[in-house]
């Protein structure tokens, strides 16, 4: 990025203890002038997991009205930017001065939790399974950890008492609410968010065609990904590493959208040819994850490989190069950045034939899969032809290459301070 144009504007961050934030905070601050990068959280001592740049961010309560204080506190910021919805209280977003533009930067889940697009996420095998372990998890008033925060709240908080009762009146007032009345509390106050929020940027095109059809929803579309690591160069389509091996790779992750449960039976009743059934299972909810790991191991035995490990990149793409099949039964978009590698690695994709991913891939001209239609002992065995990886490959690098990525971000990057003009 050595002589590329700095924007001059000022950058107020929400981000995410997420492993992307790291490459994510570089890059802006390759291409905006100043960046001030915030995480919220109730939690005085909070320790990050993910972020490794801890000299970059800085801390503010969710529940005290800090980011209110933090835009007015003297400093002109031109942009928030939301590093999804969940960055933020979203109650907060209708009082943020109007002089400053908001930049939401969706991350998928949070279209979807939030109530902006309505799809049903989940299988039959793994909607049974997430209402069974929400009965289990059904506590009572106080949960697990509450002591441990009060602790840290009363010695270590500048206002203790407004945020412990702010807390709980929260809580009483939630427990009070039936289902119903909950789905409209929650989708009311989405809809006064985005209604403040200026951009929005979705992981895929499609996801913007779904909100723009709201009536409610006014935010500017401004195309744009996440840069993390250089991929999917076209110099190295003929040349790059094919995948070795015989695995078969399910889902990215231990959450429900991946709808493992489903997928191993749909496996069970079509018997894969040898090789490991590989599961990352690293990051997500924990219980779920174990509940999985017990049942793909009632299903398959030593071939059930469930990856419960944090792998650091180099290591999972090498995962993921032993998997010529791989699939994926999420409805919503989630994985793409896996899906991706999978077809740059040469593997058989297969999909949900109802999810936004396949529409959108098979839009592009990409060879993928349907997990009903074309599932069978056959097509799993049969690799895919090298003109058929070749192809993919170069719709691949069109459309997710680090350089269309960048050139991407500093589009958008130019396009709010111009419009700012």
């Given at each position: 990025?050595t ?8 950058f107020?961050?929400?981000v ?5 934030m ?31 740049r801890r000299?970059?961010v800085?801390l ?10 933090v835009?007015?506190d ?5 942009v928030?930017v ?7 209280d ?5 009082a943020i001065?109007?002089g ?7 991350w ?10 309505d799809i049903?996420?989940f299988g ?7 209402r ?8 009572g008033?106080?949960k697990k950890g509450?002591?441990r ?23 009483l ?5 039936t289902?119903?009345?909950r789905?409209?509390?929650e989708?009311?106050a989405?809809?006064r ?21 709201k009536?409610f929803?006014t935010?500017r ?5 996440y840069?993390?690591?250089d ?28 709808n493992h ?6 496996l ?5 040819p ?20 017990r049942?793909g191991n ?14 650091p990149?180099p290591?999972?793409?090498a ?18 950045g896996?899906v ?7 593997a058989?994709?297969?999909?949900s034939p109802?999810s936004?991913?396949?529409r959108?891939?098979?839009?592009l ?8 239609d ?7 065995a049969?690799?895919?032809?090298r ?15 680090s ?16 419009e700012r003009?």
């Open positions: 990025m002589g590329e144009r700095v924007a001059r504007l000022r107020l961050h929400l995410l203890d997420s492993p992307l790291d490459g994510v905070m570089a890059r802006f601050d390759e291409m905006v002038a100043h960046n001030r990068y915030l995480f919220r959280t109730e939690k005085p001592r909070y320790t990050f997991n993910n972020i490794k000299d970059r800085e503010f309560a969710a529940a005290d009205r800090e980011l209110a204080r835009l007015t003297g400093q002109s910021y031109d928030l939301l590093h999804s919805l969940y960055a933020v979203i109650e907060l977003l209708p001065p109007a400053i533009r908001i930049w939401w930067i969706s998928g889940y949070d279209l979807y939790n939030r109530h902006l697009i049903e996420l039959e095998r793994t909607a049974a399974l997430r069974e372990l929400d009965r289990e998890r059904k506590g008033f106080f509450d002591l925060d009060l602790g840290d709240i009363l010695f270590f908080h500048p206002r203790p008492f407004a945020l412990i009762g702010e807390r709980l009146r929260k809580r007032a939630r427990r009070r609410e289902a119903a009345e789905d409209a509390r989708r009311a989405t809809e968010a985005v209604g403040r929020i200026t951009y929005c940027s979705t992981t895929l095109p499609d996801e913007y065609e779904l909100l723009a059809r009536e929803f935010p579309e401004i195309p744009f990904n840069v993390t690591h991929l999917f160069d076209a110099a190295t389509i003929p040349a790059a590493p094919l995948c070795e091996g015989n695995g078969i790779l399910i889902g990215n992750s231990a959450t429900f959208e991946n449960a489903d997928i191993l039976d749909l069970r009743r079509t018997p894969p040898g090789g490991e059934i590989v599961v990352p299972l690293s990051y997500g909810d924990p219980t779920y994850g174990e509940r999985i790991a049942l009632d299903l398959f035995g030593a071939r059930f490989r469930p990856v419960t490990e944090f792998l990149f290591q999972y793409a995962l993921l190069r032993t998997c010529p099949v791989a699939l994926f039964g999420h409805e919503r978009q989630q994985a793409l896996a991706l590698i999978a077809l740059w690695n040469g058989k994709v297969f999909l109802t936004i991913i396949h959108h891939l098979k839009n001209g990409a060879t993928v899969f349907s997990m009903t074309d599932l069978n002992g056959e097509t799993l049969t690799p895919l032809p003109d058929m990886i070749i192809a993919n490959r170069a719709i691949v690098s069109r459309e997710y290459s350089e269309t990525r960048i050139a991407r971000m500093r589009a958008a990057i130019d396009r709010i301070e111009r003009a």
